[in-house]
């Protein structure tokens, strides 16, 4: 509250109250609360503009420190120890026009039962194919890398750009979904990605990952393992480019490329070879994925 001097008071400012107008002392202490109030409201008010500005103007210009933690801390923890794997990468061009032909009639079937149908559920259920073929890519490696443990169950990891960082959580048995349950699981962990609320049963016991660099506008790039894993594929945007197809003709094709890292302790060059071929059977014929499953 300010100070006031009764001296610098005009009384013609205050309202009277005594016989005839007269000004009286509890008229000018009256006045004095009033004017104190309005002057406080306003600092109080100025005050938080400026303090607003103050923080507004150091973010933009200044440097700030925040910790690294939550989901970010497990990123720095996994990939520093995926560093520790020798690494391969194997890479190929896919033809989609099949699949680009056939995901708006299953965008409709899946809409009716409330489900969002994209590309990834294809992706994903084809890799759960191919790994029923070459088991080897399923597998977790001990901390010695001297046994081998074949894991049945196909927990497909999709990596998530979040706010809270890159997160991987995983569809639990792939191998016993059908296309349309793997888009509504996928539905289901994009939501609580979205959120921040996914649960710690999401992120554990993942066997083989898939990321859809795609999604952002990427072509090629080299994934990193996840440890307790040996593989991992990263699938770029639809492109169309001109091809000649098998009669030497030259065609409008559309394909993606994708990029495949293996763990080269246990796995060769000609494995990883044979499950991406495997792989781009089932997407350049989508329609097989349709009567597994």
């Not at 100025?46 to 150091?58: D, I, P």
């Not at 391969?88 to 026009?97: A, L, P, R």
């Not at 294809?122 to 977790?140: D, G, M, Q, T, Y």
């Not at 480019?241 to 080269?264: E, F, M, R």
Request: aromatic share 8%; charged share 20%; net charge positive.
């Amino acid at each position: 509250m300010q100070n006031y001097s009764i001296f610098s008071i005009k009384l013609s400012s205050v309202s009277g109250s005594g016989k005839g107008g007269r000004v009286l002392k509890e008229d000018i202490l009256e006045y004095l609360k009033k004017i104190s109030s309005v002057s406080d409201t306003r600092t109080a008010s100025e005050t938080k503009c400026t303090t607003q500005e103050s923080v507004t103007r150091s973010l933009a210009t200044s440097d700030y420190t925040e910790p690294i933690q939550g989901f970010r801390k497990a990123m720095v923890k996994s990939m520093t120890e995926s560093w520790d794997i020798p690494q391969f990468v194997y890479s190929d061009e896919i033809f989609v026009m099949e699949l680009v032909k056939l995901l708006p009639h299953m965008k409709e079937i899946g809409s009716a039962k409330g489900i969002k149908v994209t590309y990834m559920p294809f992706f994903i259920k084809a890799a759960s194919k191919a790994l029923e073929k070459f088991p080897i890519l399923n597998v977790k490696v001990d901390e010695a890398c001297e046994t081998l443990t074949y894991r049945k169950s196909h927990n497909i990891g999709v990596a998530m750009d979040t706010s809270n960082g890159l997160v991987v959580p995983n569809i639990k048995n792939v191998q016993e979904l059908s296309l349309l349950e793997v888009a509504k699981e996928m539905n289901r962990l994009h939501e609580l990605g979205k959120n921040g609320a996914l649960r710690q049963e999401d992120l554990i016991d993942g066997t083989f990952t898939l990321s859809n660099i795609g999604a952002i506008g990427g072509t090629y790039t080299k994934p990193l393992i996840l440890p307790s894993q040996v593989a991992i594929g990263a699938i770029g945007k639809v492109q169309i480019v001109p091809q000649y197809d098998l009669y030497g003709n030259l065609i409008k094709a559309q394909l993606v490329c994708v990029s495949w890292t293996a763990d080269h302790r246990v796995i060769d060059g000609a494995t990883m070879a044979r499950f991406s071929n495997t792989w781009k059977k089932y997407i350049e014929n989508p329609f097989l994925l349709l009567f597994d499953a």
